[in-house]
């Protein structure tokens, strides 16, 4: 496919949005109303050019971003239809790093929901161009002026009906572009034209004084004079289109592309800024999109294709690719060159040419890519170092689950699985725990988890099974206190034989273990001293009251007794392990509890309703503040054991609207009531493996 366009001919365009708001059926139809694809897609009967996975054609829903391409106007289009639901914002945040306009879908008949307020709010941060699009005009409940209140009261008084429809619901037939007729109100209009228009000019002339004297003075400002100021509001983030459309009927298509066409914005509309060199301190510069010169481009998405290998989804902001070039990843140096071009059609691959600043194109079998890395056409070796890309941010994955392979000998195979998938979601993690030995994966939530597990069923033919993880409790002590044991043994032969006194006192918190010889007169001889911190120090991994790690106390070792025969390291290590847990149980045990740092956003309606659940929860509210979109933020500390289900929980007090995030802060004493039943827990359990 040979390129004929340059950048500033192109329009790169995020569908975004609640799920179940008509995004995918959206791109489906602009695609075939464009003439891209031969026949328009359905998601309902599994044939959407986009909605390409298998585990997507399942569900009905999409859950990662997919890609398009269109022309129209002379402007080439690139479109990413995005997930809907907050379960895979993951992928959505993807895309809004490689476009500048965002078309956020509102439901006609639910209105604004939950994912739409946090997408829109998303791109009003990174400065992209937004619009909003009502889709399902054609349903039986649609309300469209309550629809437009409702957008109006959750995003600013910016957002103005660029067109009105022709009736609503099942009589809906079209829609008038109220910049170019405004004149006459048809009664079947639930906005009058008329109206409509008057919203639009007068957003568009308040950041336009020629405009405003030329409006106030009954001048009729001409179509392409409005739509030069709105695509400079829009690029300023005052001013954001309102569309209807009803891809059913193919109504308001047309419309919206002639919309993006025109006021769209180019790559030159949007500022994307880097760093040069690894630094965090260095000073942000601007990257300036130009056809020529060095190559600048991040990866926003990668897959694992069963037949190409390792697929990396390139934004480039400035220079140009050919199959020649070489490409070079900043992050580590390593390089290769780019081979096939690929421009994406869903699932079909469209091999070009060459690609230029502002397309959005795939490379293949390049493995040392992972998402956020830039990709440039100069080596970091250089005198000036190269442009890195500010990084895209994804909220952290606050689902845990502890992972068991059903079959006993696929625990390495189900590890290098989750792998693959985790480097093609940055919201997905896996990692070992080194306390509690368990292989924890982490999500956005149980949907988002349920999927991993399906993807890794059908992908690699591997099965699991998941519960919640344990809590990586520690244990310490708060007293002082001395005890001794004498390990003997005889069972013919050769004997075993020794005798370790020693005492245990606490330490501040944060220093760790410290051991101390204080043996005279060779009580316990130099070369099994070892031994004796190598038991105490066996028996700190395995705890003593609940099966965690010893934290926090010293050990002094001042008396023993040894045989001249019998004595041998093993005879000490296990004196040693036995003495120390005599002294320690003496010694005020205690249980320490991760504290976490959370951060929830709900509605400024709940607030009440998740300040009280909090409290049941032992958690302590450290502040709070407002945010757009009617939010309310709570900071709270609270023990994570409290919060291992809390996005479930979260989910259904707030109706799904509520998020959080949350991080480490300390290792607090678990009350005395809770550590009795912990370790209560933990004895039933010996108890058990040792009938067995």
Request: negative net charge.
């Amino acid at each position: 496919m040979p390129m004929t366009y340059h950048l500033t001919d192109i329009r790169n365009v995020a569908l975004a949005g609640h799920g179940a708001s008509g995004k995918t059926s959206l791109a489906d139809a602009l695609l075939f109303t464009a003439g891209a694809t031969i026949r328009k897609g359905s998601v309902d009967d599994g044939t959407s050019a986009l909605d390409v996975d298998e585990e997507e054609k399942r569900r009905h829903f999409t859950i990662d971003c997919h890609l398009g391409h269109l022309a129209w106007d002379g402007k080439q289009v690139h479109l990413i239809d995005t997930p809907g639901y907050p379960d895979f914002i993951g992928s959505a945040l993807s895309a809004l790093a490689a476009v500048e306009n965002v078309v956020v879908a509102v439901s006609g008949p639910s209105g604004i929901e939950v994912n739409t307020r946090r997408v829109f709010q998303e791109a009003r941060k990174l400065g992209l161009g937004r619009f909003v699009v009502v889709t399902k005009m054609d349903a039986d409940n649609v309300d469209y002026r309550g629809d437009l209140a409702a957008i109006r009261e959750s995003f600013g008084v910016e957002c103005v009906p660029f067109n009105v429809p022709i009736g609503q619901g099942p009589s809906f037939s079209g829609v008038i572009d109220v910049v170019k007729s405004h004149e006459v109100d048809p009664p079947a209009c639930p906005l009058p034209p008329t109206e409509a228009y008057r919203m639009v000019v007068e957003q568009i002339v308040e950041l336009d004084e020629d405009l405003m004297i030329r409006y106030l003075e009954g001048e009729t400002i001409p179509p392409d004079e409005l739509r030069e100021a709105a695509h400079a509001a829009i690029a300023q983030g005052k001013l954001v289109p309102v569309l209807c459309v009803c891809t059913r009927k193919d109504l308001g298509l047309p419309e919206l592309l002639d919309l993006i066409a025109t006021c769209g914005l180019s790559p030159n509309d949007v500022h994307r800024y880097g760093r040069r060199g690894a630094e965090a301190e260095a000073p942000e510069e601007e990257i300036l999109p130009t056809e020529d010169g060095t190559l600048v481009a991040q990866v926003f998405k990668t897959v694992n294709d069963q037949f190409m290998g390792k697929l990396s989804y390139l934004r480039i902001l400035s220079g140009r690719v050919t199959p020649e070039t070489t490409l070079v990843n900043l992050r580590g140096g390593k390089s290769a060159k780019a081979g096939h071009i690929y421009v994406l059609q869903g699932k079909q691959q469209e091999e070009v040419a060459e690609a230029i600043a502002g397309d959005i194109i795939a490379i293949a079998k390049f493995d040392d890519l992972h998402v956020s890395d830039t990709v440039s056409n100069v080596g970091g070796g250089t005198t000036v170092p190269q442009l890195r890309v500010r990084p895209i941010h994804f909220p952290m994955p606050m689902v845990p689950r502890a992972v068991q392979p059903k079959a006993r000998d696929d625990e390495a195979k189900i590890s290098a699985g989750l792998a693959k998938i985790a480097d093609e979601d940055p919201t997905f993690s896996i990692r070992r725990d080194a306390q509690t030995h368990e292989l924890v994966i982490s999500g956005m939530s149980d949907l988002h988890l349920d999927v991993i597990q399906q993807r890794l069923k059908h992908r690699h033919k591997l099965e699991m099974n998941t519960h919640v993880p344990q809590v990586p409790y520690l244990e310490t002590i708060t007293g002082e206190a001395e005890a001794s044991h004498r390990h003997k043994k005889q069972t013919g032969g050769r004997g075993q034989f020794a005798e370790v006194h020693l005492r245990v006192r606490p330490r501040a918190r944060g220093e760790g273990f410290h051991f101390v010889d204080a043996v005279k007169g060779g009580t316990i001889p130099n070369q099994f001293i070892p031994a004796v911190e190598k038991g105490v120090r066996e028996q700190m991994e395995k705890g003593i009251i609940s099966g965690n790690h010893v934290v926090d106390f010293e050990v002094e070792v001042y008396f023993g007794k040894d045989h001249p025969v019998d004595s041998s390291e093993q005879a000490f290590k296990t004196a040693a392990a036995t003495a120390f847990r005599k002294a320690f149980e003496q010694a005020r045990p205690a249980l320490l509890e991760p504290i976490v740092n959370i951060e929830i956003s709900v509605p400024s309606e709940k607030f009440g309703d998740i300040s009280a659940d909090l409290s049941t929860r032992r958690g302590h509210i450290i502040g709070m503040d407002s945010a757009p979109g009617g939010l309310q933020i709570i900071r709270a500390q609270v023990p994570l054991a409290e919060v291992l289900t809390y996005a479930s929980q979260l989910k259904s007090m707030t109706a799904g609207q509520g998020s959080f995030t949350m991080e480490f802060k300390s290792h607090d004493p678990v009350p005395p009531n809770i550590q009795a039943q912990i370790v209560d827990r933990y004895k039933k359990s010996r108890a058990g493996i040792e009938e067995e």
